[in-house]
């Protein structure tokens, strides 16, 4: 007998394996809301698939009567643009500061620690005086992600560039490079595909902070719906919402992964088959 | 004028005497090898020739000038790993060096400058061999390629020195015999001046026209960091096989290990 860790599934069954988790969920929720509406078929807590598609149906092609704009896209392109314009903002600053505090150690003494300490600021508590300093439109919301989301990158890139190995930087010096030609022939190609991957990581923590703000403040937006309507317990508008969220959560991770992989094909070399 | 002179030259840390009381002259066109057990400071040798370490006392001259203390195209050098970049292919890194130089802005050359480069790139190229691999990724290279790469990356420089440590020290026995002729090969066409760090005695003298043998001449058993290592043997090698005479010194010497270790 083969030890645990030898034993590999079979080659075709391992996409149906990966697939019965979400079997099992799936068929324990229908189960549980079949029970729940034998017992009152007016119960808003677990709706039926149909009822769900019913309303997010709805909600993705009725033009609202008094705005006419459909819901669901409106949400959806308040939010992206919101998680879109922060994450960008953040991934410029992150690989900026993170290139010149692992490069230049002067900077670096100077700029640390009060990466470190912000980093430690949890984002949520400043809301408040975000909303206070930049009022309660789209700046405060973008502020919230881009403060929740930069120290980490910072911190991640600034622990790259010093994890390189120092023959790398001897050796673009013995070819004559200056400072500046290091940084950049050297560090920014080495980082920008880690910079990729830190942002992945970094984008489920964009979702929480974007989804905080709205709920708090905001006309429109992914997470100002699933708010509002809690308060008529619209389970059937919240799941499809959580649902649609998380694919395009999905969606942009893969983006991501897939332009790293096609872009830096070096970076990836070391891993190895991923099953 | 002598290109490398070092007088009384001496580097510590703190109380801990690394190296002490190195003399010795070297001229254009020399292959030095140097050999020594391991912690005697050769690395640290090495690493002041290329600037990365600063010398505590006494004086390195090359060319008549005190060394810089950091690295310059002036010395060009190959580690044991790590010497080529990873993010570049194979014609990237040899490029990188003309690039370097031609644009100080951006260090990316285009149009005629690029072509240049390219052409003299290839050429260093073709003359490690490698010129079947000219798009490949070094992960996509053998050891011994990588090195090879490593190596032509270094001579698009012209430095004044070469300096290698342990390049082939990571390679199997064949592929090293194959990196000997080579590196000897480039050293008669270009007339460089090599300083080689290696643990492989044969290889000292199969290479070099001079061999350094770094050790500690006294040692002090209540304070073993009083005193550093210095160059115990200096001796130019001619092509024929080391004298009798030598091993016998050797073997009396303190050297006795270590010549063991690599002769055995």
Redesign the interface.
């Known amino acids: 007998m083969k030890r645990l860790i030898n034993l590999t599934p079979p080659r075709g069954g391992r996409w149906l394996l990966g697939f019965v988790p979400f079997l099992l969920l799936g068929m324990l929720y229908l189960s549980l809301s079949n029970a729940r509406l034998a017992e009152n078929p007016n119960d808003r807590l677990l709706p039926t698939p149909a009822t769900m598609a019913q309303s997010f149906h709805h909600l993705a092609t009725a033009e609202n009567v008094r705005t006419g704009q459909i819901v669901l896209w409106t949400d959806t392109f308040a939010s992206l643009e919101r998680l879109l314009i922060g994450i960008g903002i953040s991934a410029l600053i992150g690989l900026v500061v993170g290139i010149l505090n692992g490069g230049i150690p002067l900077i670096r003494a100077k700029l640390s620690p009060l990466v470190t300490v912000a980093s430690l600021i949890p984002p949520m508590a400043i809301l408040p005086i975000l909303f206070i300093a930049f009022g309660t439109g789209e700046a405060s919301k973008i502020a919230l992600i881009v403060i929740g989301v930069t120290p980490f990158l910072i911190r991640d890139l600034q622990g790259h560039a010093l994890r390189l190995?120092?023959?790398?930087l001897?050796?673009?010096?013995?070819?004559?490079?200056?400072s500046?030609?290091v940084l950049?022939?050297?560090l920014l190609?080495?980082l920008t595909p880690r910079l990729l991957n830190a942002t992945r990581l970094a984008l489920g923590s964009a979702w929480l902070f974007l989804i905080a703000a709205e709920a708090i403040a905001a006309q429109e937006g992914l997470g100002y719906r699933i708010f509002l309507v809690r308060r008529y317990l619209s389970m059937d508008v919240i799941l499809p919402y959580v649902a649609w969220i998380t694919l395009l959560a999905f969606l942009l991770d893969q983006l991501l992964a897939w332009v790293s992989r096609l872009a830096?094909?070096?970076?990836h070399?070391?891993e190895g088959d991923k099953s | 004028m002598s290109l490398l002179s070092a007088k009384r030259l001496e580097k510590h840390y703190g109380h801990h005497v690394v190296l002490e009381n190195l003399n010795f002259s070297v001229e254009p066109g020399e292959f030095v090898t140097l050999v020594g057990a391991s912690g005697c400071g050769k690395t640290t040798f090495l690493k002041m020739l290329l600037g990365t370490e600063n010398l505590s006392k006494g004086s390195l001259l090359l060319d008549g000038q005190p060394i810089p203390n950091e690295p310059g195209p002036d010395r060009g050098v190959v580690f044991q790993k790590y010497s080529v970049f990873p993010h570049l292919t194979v014609l990237g890194n040899v490029m990188i060096a003309e690039e370097l130089n031609s644009a100080k802005l951006l260090g990316k050359s285009f149009g005629a400058a690029k072509r240049r480069a390219i052409d003299n790139a290839r050429a260093r190229i073709d003359e490690v061999g490698l010129g079947h691999a000219l798009h490949k990724y070094p992960h996509e290279l053998s050891g011994g390629m990588q090195q090879r790469l490593a190596i032509a990356q270094a001579l698009m420089m012209r430095p004044r020195m070469l300096l290698l440590d342990e390049p082939f020290g990571a390679l199997d026995p064949g592929i090293r015999q194959d990196m000997h002729g080579l590196i000897a090969r480039l050293w008669q066409e270009q007339q460089l001046t090599i300083f080689m760090i290696t643990h492989d005695l044969k290889e000292a003298f199969a290479l070099g026209t001079r061999l350094w043998v770094f050790d500690k001449t006294r040692h002090d058993p209540q304070a073993p960091e009083a005193y550093g290592a210095t160059i115990t043997y200096d001796l130019p090698i001619s092509q024929d096989q080391p004298s009798a005479a030598f091993k016998e010194a050797l073997h009396h010497g303190c050297l006795q290990t270590f010549t063991e270790e690599t002769f055995s």
Do not use: C, H, M
């Not at chain 1, 830096?264 to 970076?267: D, K, R």
């Open positions: 190995p120092d023959e790398q001897i050796k673009a010096q013995t070819l004559g490079a200056s500046w030609q950049l022939r050297v190609p080495q830096f094909p070096w970076y070399a070391g």
